[in-house]
Each structure stands twice: as C-alpha cells, then as structure tokens.
C-alpha cells in the first residue's frame, strides 16, 4: 500500500529534479502521440528538441528565433511567477501583453516619420504603462472590492483582444495601406523598430530586456524585504499577515509588476519580430507563460531555462510541421502534457512516498 | 438602425439557446465547487466535449449521441484533473489552468478534419399543447431538447444537494473536509464523483455550442464561456436556482448584443461584443461588494488524510 507522507519542508532536490523528469515523460508520451497520429516517434522528438539547434540547414535559421520566441515567454513568465508564489493569480497576461503594444505602438506611430532617438524609449515606456494599467484594473477591484483577480484578468484578455480588433482597422490603420487591416510597419520606421542588437542572432531589445529581468527578480526574491514578503506570504500566509506584511501592497505590486513585464513583451514583439499590429500578432505567448513559470518552479534561473525549452518546442513544432506535416496543434497539446505531468510529479517534492504493508500500517496507526 | 426588426419573442426564444451551454458548465462546476474543489479547467473540458461531440455527432450523423459522447469526454478530462488534484495533492488553480490549455490544444488537434463540416440538425421538440400558447409557446417550449435537458438537470442537482441524503454529505465535504473525513465519509471518492459530474455537463454544455448553436467546429470557439460559467458560480453564491438565473441573464445578454450588431446600432461592433465580458466584471464586482457568502469553507483547500 502506497502512502505519502507530508515533508515539512519541500525537497530541494525533487524540485530540480522533476522538470527535467517531466520533459522526460512529456517526451515518451509526446513520442507515443505522435505515433498515433502516423509519424515515426523518434524522428518526431528529434526534429523538435534537435533539429533546430543542430541540423546543418535549419540550424543557422533556426537558432536565432530561439531567442526571438524565448524573450517575450521569459519576460512575462518572470512577472507571473512572483504573483504566483505569493497566490496572486494573474492569468491575463495575454490581455495585457496586446495592451502594452498597443500603447507602445500607438506611441511610436504618432511621431512617424521622425528619427528622433527618444521615440524607441518613449515606446518602451508607454508599453510598460500600458500593461500595467491593464493589470491595475484586476489589482485595484481585488483591493478595493475583494474581487477574483483570476476571473477579471482573464475575461480582461477578451476585453482586449476586441480593442485590438478595433484600432487595426481603425484608429492605427495604416494609412497609406490601402485599406488592409494593419498598422504601418516598424521595419519601414528606423527609429522605433526594435532590432536585432547583434545581426542574425534574434537578440532584440526584448531579450536584453528579459535577462535584465531574470537578474532582477533574483536580486528581489534573494535579497530585497518585498522579494522577502512574496515568498513567505506563498509558503505561511498567516504568519506573513501576522508579520505586518500588507496583502494590499503585495497584490498591487505583484499584478502591477507582471503587467507591465508583460506590456514590454508586447511592445517588443510589435516592434521587432511581429512588425505591426495586426488582428492576431499576439501568438498565446501570455498564456504559454504561465507553463513557463511553473516548470520553472517559479525561480528566475529556471524560467530562463524553461523559456528556452519552450521556445525551442514553438521552433521545433514549426519545423515538424514543415518537415513531417505534423499538426500545428500537435505542439500546443504537448505544451499542456508538459504542464500536467509537472503538476504530478510535484507530489514528490512535497511528500515522501511510502511503500508500507498492510500490518506495518496497522502497526502506524497504533 | 432599426431597432423595430428586433422581434422581442424570437430575441427571448434565442436566449434560452444562447444560455443553456454555461447552464450546463456552470450547475456541473456548482455542484464541484461545493464539494470543496475549484477546478478552473472548465473551458479547456467545454471546448474538449465541443470537439467531441460535434466529431461524434457528425460521423453518426446523430446529435444525441455526439452529446452523449461529449459528456463522457469531458468527464474522462475531468478525472486528468482529479486524479492529479486528490491523489497526487496538486495545486487546484495550476492544475486546472493546465487542464484549459492542455483542453485547447487536443480541441485543436481533433478538430483540424472537421473544420468547414456542418453538423447535423437537432429536430426541436415542440411540448404538445404548451407550444401552441401565444407568446409563451414558441418562447418556451419550441426548442431543441437539450434546452429541456439543461432545465432538468438544474432542477435534479437542486433536489439532490438540497433535499437527499448524498447532497448533504457532498455538502458537508465541501464545507469541511477534515469534520467529514473524521465522520467516517470518503472525501477523495465523493470529490472524484463531484468532479466527474462537473467534466461531464462542461462536456455537453461544449457539445451544445458547437452542435446546436452555431452550428460547426471552429478552433477556440467556446471563446471564454467556461470562464463566465466560473463566473457565474460565484455570482449565484452556489445555489443551483441562482445558477439558472445567472446563466440566463447573460444569455439574454449576448443575445441582445448580437441584434444589436444585426441592426446596426451606432455602437461599434468591438464595444458590443466585449460587453458580455465587461458586464461579467462589472457583475463580479457588484456580488464581491456585498461580500463572498456561501462560498464552501474547504473551497480550494488541500485534502490530506493522515490516517
């Protein structure tokens, strides 16, 4: 008979552990999907988790979009996870991401075609804003009024993608388009396109920006009193309350520093890799965070590698499309199975696992 | 603009139709959320038993079964949940936002061959005698029997949680796991039956869109309604008769916006179709004001026996 027995403390070693166990078992049972749908399973891992880093013609292609795709998913991941350790939910990310490039976005357009060099920071910041207003709203109901921060974020997101709908064909239109919906292109627009800091190697402002995070949110987490008070009021909330640490200023900033990581993604990626606004720029990155996070288990160092992994399934998924026609949705099923047998194997770190008889367990209850 | 086209019997008819899939989600994640469990993967188990039903339903070219089949799906998506949850002592909110995105993306893999398909029509069953009353008839009782469905199982879970002797112990798991568990009753057995309910009418409320409503699969065409389902939960304190109010109020809702986008009302088209969830906020807003009562005192907690 099989028992688990609390740990007071999490393993440290089961937490590192059960990622690289999960993308194990991600892989077996991806392999075994991908044969059910008629595709030779070995070949199919290879060319997601290899090909794209290592295969003579799709490498050189291949490995620069693996920063391109991994610095909007760390950065919003980062924000995200220290709402998360402290049981502040922000699921819409997503909504604040479009948020944050269209304020960004709408903040460069405006000054089209000057050359000005503050307008690409001027972007930047209004980007943030942009997203961190869009997480206020769900911060200041949850304080003010106590309402579910998960629900108005994510019904939030919806809110927002209609306000994207609008302003592609509307407000930031291209004018000179000739009717298509789709704002001009910051590729024709030096000053305020964002990119590649060293050509051909998909490091853009947005990559800078998430490495700068990570180091941020370590530095907060390890040795600053707020980074302090997130995490105890994750692990013992009532003695966090008893401490004197405000719920409100927690909430604030948790939702407001996610917002605004995830606004800067946004604006990053309208201005870089995405080009323009347009009706569906945003590609799920916001909610492909949230996995990101957790198999990160929530700390910086391991949202900079889950980033990477999860970039690397978004480019390897493209490429097993092209090369093997597997479906594009194929990828995001893999994505939640990575997220499911994470949460399952998280039972190690918090329990022991105890194989015991049935008389030896008559024996412990005596 | 011409709000005279807007047939006020037709609108009140198609709110039943509009309402009856997160009726459906909704009473089923009533009856989890009072076991004590928060499972937020109710849109990925909708969008599951959507693609499910309309696949089945379309190669037996009967609906009935798509929907019977659409229930187990979402029931047999649930127990991913539940068993990751009761027995492996996951984090509930994590667990559930897993369950939505895992949802979405097997939606999207088994429904790339039905895409552009229509699905076959559900007859309308028309209540003998009922039907033929003024008004009242073609409002009430001139729809598709799912609609007549949804109605009984509000009306059962009602009956059971308030009335039997199995609601009650389901209640009292709900409100504390520890007290039950002490009286000798299986948390993790009643929890699992809860959840299995709840995956199943999620299931057929996803079938009922894209079976009976719109009529076709399209990717991500539940398009948040398993969250306003949660929403509505909380809205109706848990209680199966407020759950049916809730549900039909936004019915009735997303009805009249989409009429008044079919007659052109000056309000741009973007404002009219984010108002249903504008008015979910604002309704979350309103109901956290007067405080959250009625929300079961294990909601979201962890269970874990010792003994």
């Known amino acids: ?66 920063l391109v795709k991994a610095g909007p998913l760390i950065l919003i991941a980062i924000g995200l996870s220290l709402g998360f350790r402290a049981g502040i939910w922000n699921i819409g990310a997503e909504g604040q991401y479009i948020m944050g490039a269209i304020c960004g976005a709408a ?58 709908a609008s302003v592609s064909q509307g407000l930031l239109k291209n004018p000179d388009g000739m009717g298509f919906p789709g704002s001009r292109n910051f590729r024709d627009f030096p000053a305020a396109h964002n990119t590649d800091l060293i050509e051909g190697t998909g490091m853009h402002w947005g990559v800078a920006a998430a490495l700068i995070a990570v180091i941020f949110a370590y530095i907060l987490l390890t040795r600053h009193m707020l980074g302090f008070q ?76 889950a980033g990477l992994l999860m970039a690397l399934t978004y480019i390897g998924g493209e490429l097993a499309q092209l090369m093997l026609g597997l479906p594009g949705a194929a990828i995001q099923m893999f994505q939640g199975m990575l997220m499911f047998f994470l949460l399952a194997m998280d039972v190690l770190s918090h329990y022991r696992v105890r194989w015991k008889t049935p008389a030896a367990a008559q024996e412990g209850a005596k | 603009m011409d709000l005279g086209q807007i047939n006020p019997i037709l609108l009140l008819a198609s709110l039943m139709v509009a309402a009856t899939p997160i009726l459906l989600a909704a009473i089923g994640e009533a009856v989890v ?105 073609p409002i009430l009782f001139r729809h598709d029997p799912m609609v007549y469905v949804s109605l009984i199982i509000v009306a059962l879970t009602w009956y059971v949680l308030a009335r039997t002797r199995a609601g009650l112990i389901l209640r009292g798991v709900g409100e504390n796991h520890d007290a039950a568990h002490a009286l000798g009753y299986k948390v993790i057995r009643v929890r699992l039956m809860a959840i299995a309910f709840g995956g199943a009418c999620a299931g057929l409320g996803g079938a009922y869109i894209s079976l009976v409503r719109v009529p076709q699969w399209v990717e991500g065409m539940t398009a948040g309604a398993g969250w306003i389902a949660l929403a509505i939960v909380v809205f109706a304190s848990w209680r199966p008769w407020r759950v049916l109010l809730g549900a039909y109020l936004f019915g009735g809702i997303s009805v009249l916006q989409l009429n008044l986008q079919a007659a052109g009302v000056a309000i741009p088209v973007e404002v009219l179709a984010m108002s249903p969830y504008l008015i979910t906020i604002l309704v979350l807003v309103v109901i956290s004001l007067r405080g959250n009562h009625g929300a079961p005192g294990s909601l979201g907690r962890e269970f874990h026996a010792t003994h």
């Open chain 2, 33 to 137: 959320e009072k076991s004590g469990v928060l499972n937020l993967g109710v849109e990925g188990m909708m969008i599951t038993g959507a693609v499910v039903g309309f696949a089945i339903g379309v190669n037996t070219g009967a609906p009935s079964i798509g929907f019977v089949a659409a229930a187990f799906a979402g029931a047999a998506l649930s127990m991913l949940f539940g068993v990751l949850v009761l027995y492996l002592k996951s984090n509930q909110v994590a667990t559930g936002l897993g369950l939505t995105l895992f949802g979405l993306g097997l939606s999207a893999l088994i429904g790339k061959p039905f895409e552009g398909i229509k699905a076959p029509t559900m007859a309308k069953y028309e209540v003998p005698l009922l039907s033929d009353i003024p008004a009242l008839g």
């Open chain 1, 107 to 164: 903040v460069g357009l405006a000054f089209y075609p000057s050359d000005n060099v503050l307008i690409f920071p001027a972007m930047v910041l209004a980007g943030a804003m942009g997203g961190w207003a869009w997480a206020m709203i769900p911060g200041v109901l949850k304080v003010k009024f106590g309402t579910n921060e998960i629900l108005v974020s994510l019904m939030l997101v919806y809110v927002a993608e209609n306000i994207l």
């Open chain 1, 1 to 66: 008979m099989i028992r688990l027995e609390k740990r007071p403390q999490p393993s440290k070693f089961w937490a590192a552990v059960t990622p690289i166990l999960a993308v194990i078992a991600t892989m077996i049972a991806g392999g075994i999907l991908f044969w059910m749908l008629g595709k030779a399973p070995l070949e199919a891992i290879r060319t997601i988790f290899w090909d794209p880093l290592f295969h003579e013609t799709f490498g050189p292609y291949s490995r620069p979009q693996l």
């Open chain 1, 230 to 305: 997130v995490r105890l009021t994750g692990e013992a909330p009532r003695a966090a309350r008893f401490s004197g640490v405000s719920p409100t200023r927690l909430i604030l900033f948790c939702l407001g520093a996610s917002g605004a990581l995830a606004g800067l993604a946004g604006l990053f990626e309208v201005s870089g890799p995405s080009g323009q606004i347009s009706i569906d720029f945003n590609a799920g990155y916001g909610f492909t965070a949230i996995i990101v996070a957790f198999l990160g288990r929530l700390h910086p160092i391991g949202i900079l590698l």
